[in-house]
């Protein structure tokens, strides 16, 4: 199942834990503390100041497709 950027951080995190890796080479710390950011990953990425969040999804969702 493909990743989309209006799916929580939480569920994101436990469906793909490597994607935590892949956010924060991209800017986006979405787990502090141990625990994944509360709310979605467009949330999380437009209180970064990133609004390429669709691109960062669609890079992911082919790094996670050639990972598997």
Do not use: Y
Not at 10 to 36: K, N, Q, W
């Amino acid at each position: 199942m493909p990743i989309t950027a209006d799916m929580t951080v939480e569920d994101l995190v436990a469906a793909h834990p490597e994607i935590a890796g892949a956010l924060a080479e991209r800017g986006i710390i979405c787990i502090r503390c141990g625990e994944p950011f509360w709310g979605t990953l467009r949330n999380l990425a437009e209180q970064k100041g990133l609004h390429q969040i669709d691109q960062i999804v669609a890079d992911i969702n082919k790094q996670l497709q050639l990972g598997s």
